[in-house]
């Protein structure tokens, strides 16, 4: 098998308050492929996506990024948050600066940057997520949404090869949501790898690539998406359900595989429609 | 606060360069303060509130609510000026022109002086004032940390916001000790919420490369001479108006 991009293999954090929040864990990200990390809340996803760029050092166990041991002194990390970018759950959390612009530029500034170039990495940032006409705004007056979006472009203005997010879609109406997975989508097809936690099977079920299942600090199998969800098994071990279309397929006898994915809201009304008037 | 914020950021002047109208407004607080307050001081704020309203387009409500705090603290101050008391034979209370006049100066020269300052703190946000601060040469850390505050000020009046909301919707509000309690207990929980936040924004920035130095990028101001030269002509006009003025008066 191919070297993962990013592989984790036995990871173990405990805080210094004693909780011990990943408990012997192994994970792979593979290049240009989207990859949800499900487990229920609390179950450790933040904890583990704050050890994909270096913020958190594990206890104990080992994390390689293209195949070499990652380490953690400065040069080397400021080269590995280049690569992996991180976005967190709240976006109050990772924005500083007064407007939307400063905002993203900090990123691109910190690489070396210089002013000019800076500037078209901002342009090409907002552009990606579609808030080009935001870049003037007071930070203070976004939206959650918004808020959201410009944290995204914050990281993105940076390049990197793996985009972390950590619940993207927390806290979005669903409108946000669609808009914001439209973005995502397009930057997966540009060549990102995507990697997302969440605890909404439905989500993992219909945008994920593969999902790993995530429980009290390990991940009890990693896979294609229609395989893992599809394991009832599992799913009962992590306290997670099964997503409602695999359930309505699977009472209407269709097959799902990777092969023939049925995964939309309109997939299933076509099929309904289908059977509806093959009864009439 | 919210208010003034607002139209800071959204006045039809935002994008003007800081100094087209720090240049003015400082101008006009210079001339306030040194020439003869009764000729010079009605015009300056005449002058400005109209600037104010007609040129940057901030509402006359905005405008007077901003200059009403500091305009019933004057006012409360002009008895104090204007009646001495009198202790040489028992106690009177007498009027006293001279101090009634010098109350009257005093209160219109700090009124305009308020208005110069009201003009910039609407029309301009406090992150361009800063920027502003920066040419000057006033250290980057500083600025770095008045922006930083500025910041986290409207994320915490947020949390405030929504965590009073909370409590009243339990009746935390109900009685006066209470109310004390809740705040107390707010209070408390927003120190603690602040040092979290505080922790994981440091986290948020180290993903993006932070060292210890928060750079961004400035924005680019084009100067209007033009501009410039039509509100330092507006000053120096108000200065000649009011020496003139002056002169016909004395
Ligand atoms: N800063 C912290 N200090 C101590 N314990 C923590 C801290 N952050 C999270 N934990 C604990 O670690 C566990 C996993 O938390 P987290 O990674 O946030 O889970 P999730 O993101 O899946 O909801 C939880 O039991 C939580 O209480
Ligand atoms: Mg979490």
Redesign the interface.
């Known amino acids: 098998m191919n070297e993962p991009l990013l592989a984790v293999r036995d990871l173990e954090y405990v805080y210094p308050g004693g909780v011990a929040a990943l408990r012997g864990l192994d994970l792979r990200i593979e290049q240009g492929r989207k990859l949800a990390i499900l487990g229920s809340n609390g179950s450790g996803k933040t904890t583990l996506l ?1 050890h994909l ?1 270096g ?1 958190c050092k594990p206890t104990r166990g080992e994390i390689r990024l293209e195949g070499q041991p990652v380490s953690y002194d ?1 040069r080397a990390l ?1 080269d590995w ?2 690569r992996v ?4 759950q ?1 976006p ?8 939307v ?3 993203v ?3 691109p ?3 070396g940057l210089s ?1 000019a170039d ?2 078209e990495r ?1 342009r090409e940032a907002l552009e990606a997520l579609r808030i080009l006409h935001l870049a ?6 976004l939206s959650f949404g918004q808020k959201k979006r410009v944290a995204i472009a ?2 993105l203005a ?1 390049r990197p090869e793996i985009l972390v997010l950590d619940e993207p879609t927390a806290g979005l109406d669903s409108h946000g949501v669609t808009h914001l997975l439209g973005a995502l989508e397009q930057l997966h097809e540009a060549g990102a790898t995507l990697v997302f936690s969440t605890h909404d099977v439905e989500l993992a079920y219909a945008w994920a690539d593969d999902v790993a299942v995530f429980h009290d600090g390990v991940v009890l199998r990693q896979g294609e998406t229609v395989a893992m969800l599809s394991d009832r098994e599992l799913l009962r071990r992590a306290r997670l359900r099964c997503p409602l279309l695999l359930e309505v397929a699977e009472a209407l006898g269709v097959e799902v595989s990777a092969a023939s994915p049925f995964r939309s809201r309109e997939a299933l009304l076509v099929l309904l429609q289908e059977r509806c008037a093959g009864q009439g | 606060m919210r208010a003034i914020d607002h139209h800071a950021w959204t006045n039809r002047w935002r994008d003007w360069h800081p100094v087209e109208k720090g240049l003015p407004a400082i101008g006009l607080l210079t001339l306030t303060l040194i020439l003869p307050p009764l000729t010079t001081a009605p015009l300056v704020l005449a002058g400005v509130m109209l600037t104010t309203v007609y040129g940057a387009g901030i509402p006359w409500k905005t405008l007077l609510s901003v200059l009403a705090a500091p305009a019933t603290f004057l006012l409360a101050g002009i008895p104090f000026l204007a009646i001495s008391i009198d202790f040489t034979s028992g106690f009177a209370l007498t009027f006293s022109p001279e101090g009634f006049q010098l109350a009257l100066q005093t209160m219109i020269r700090a009124l305009a002086a308020m208005s110069c300052l009201a003009f910039l703190i609407l029309t301009m946000p406090l992150t361009d004032g800063v920027l502003l601060l920066r040419r000057m040469g006033v250290p980057a850390g500083i600025i770095e940390l008045i922006l930083l505050i500025y910041r986290l000020i409207f994320v915490f009046a947020e949390r405030a916001l929504t965590g009073r909301q909370a409590q009243a919707g339990r009746l935390g509000y109900s009685r006066l000790d209470r109310s004390v309690r809740s705040l107390g207990l707010l209070g408390g929980n927003l120190f603690q919420r602040a040092l979290e936040q505080a922790r994981r924004l440091e986290m948020g920035l180290m993903a993006r490369g932070y060292t210890g130095e928060l750079r961004v990028l400035t924005p680019r101001w084009k100067l209007s001479w033009m501009r410039l030269a039509v509100g330092v002509a507006g000053v120096s006009l108000t200065g000649l108006a009011s020496s003139w003025l002056a002169r016909g008066l004395l």
């Open positions: 704050l760029n913020l400065h400021n948050r280049r970018g991180l976005i967190l709240e109050d959390d990772q924005l500083f600066a007064a407007t612009s400063q905002d530029s900090f990123g500034l910190n690489l002013n800076a500037r901002v003037d705004r007071a930070t203070h007056t914050g990281v940076m």
